[in-house]
């Protein structure tokens, strides 16, 4: 497995975005496909955020996508923030999601940030593992989730 930049492999975008609509779309019923898909585009770079990145197999097959965004759908006070990891079922258990999750923090590093939020609703173990915080526990759309922190350079500790 290799990651690379979404915007060195742009033909996957369409799968990205599906993969995002089906994953979190419950989040923000009211944004179509076709918004996701035009939120992916302003994606397609490496220097700046938002920037997103995708697992590709030994085939190049697209395994699994994550994103670096200076705010997401809650704590707008907070910024950046690992977003949208996502890992199709069948490509699960292999590690994918721990690797574009730390592949993010490398990004958010390497553009001077010092640290990294996320929020997932999920068990937090597989991001506690990783050198993830939790720092709130809040909901949105009805769904429980909790606010995590992780350092990403020497200048911060969190």
Not at 85 to 97: E, K, L, S, T
Request: hydrophobic content about 40%; glycine content about 6%.
């Amino acid at each position: 497995m290799r990651i690379d930049y979404l915007l060195n492999c742009p033909e996957h975008l369409a799968t990205v975005a599906q993969w995002r609509h089906t994953e979190f779309g419950d989040l923000e019923p009211e944004v179509t496909l076709a918004q996701r898909c035009e939120k992916l585009r302003t994606t397609l770079r490496q220097d700046s955020i938002p920037l997103t990145v995708v697992a590709l197999s030994d085939e190049g097959r697209p395994v699994g996508a994550a994103s670096l965004f200076a705010k997401t759908i809650t704590h707008a006070h907070l910024t950046p923030w690992l977003s949208a990891v996502v890992v199709p079922p069948d490509c699960r258990g292999q590690g994918i999601a721990s690797a574009l999750s730390l592949r993010i923090a490398d990004e958010a590093a390497r553009l001077g940030f010092a640290h990294l939020h996320l929020f997932t609703r999920r068990d937090g173990s597989l991001y506690s593992r990783l050198g993830w915080r939790a720092i709130d526990v809040s909901s949105h759309a009805g769904t429980a989730i909790t606010v995590m922190v992780r350092s990403v350079s020497d200048r911060d500790v969190v």
